[in-house]
Nanobody, 123 residues
């Protein structure tokens, strides 16, 4: 089965930088949009950044100018470079990707979530 594997989380001092990475493993697939979410203050997870295949990145207002999302298409990897981190950025971050599977009769699109990775920013 398909998995999204996240890495790069941890503890960092305020004002510092951290880069998250995410790559899939486990099956034959095509990746469409990739994104990073975080848990946020409520029940619904909030979008941090997203980047479709061949498209432009989007960011939530609170991270604009500080975070950069990028993709290495050859490695099927998405990155989230987080700069000038603030304590309020502390959260569990989730990698999210939309997949299609060539062997399917209907060629549906499926959304997969990583297990989440902790980012803690100290003041």
């Amino acid at each position: 089965q398909l998995r999204l594997v996240e890495s790069g989380g941890g503890l960092v001092q305020a004002g510092g930088s951290l880069t998250l990475s995410c790559a899939p493993t486990g099956s034959t697939f095509t990746i469409n949009k990739m994104a990073w979410y975080r848990q946020g203050p409520g029940w619904e997870r909030e979008l941090v950044a997203a980047i479709p295949s061949g498209g432009s990145a989007i960011y939530t207002d609170s991270v604009k100018g500080r975070f950069i999302i990028s993709r290495d298409y050859a490695k099927n990897t998405v990155y989230l470079q987080m700069n000038r981190l603030k304590p309020e950025d502390s959260d569990v971050y989730y990698c999210v990707a939309d997949f299609t599977f060539p062997g399917e009769y209907y060629q549906g699109e499926y959304t997969y979530w990583g297990q989440g990775i902790q980012v803690t920013v100290s003041s």
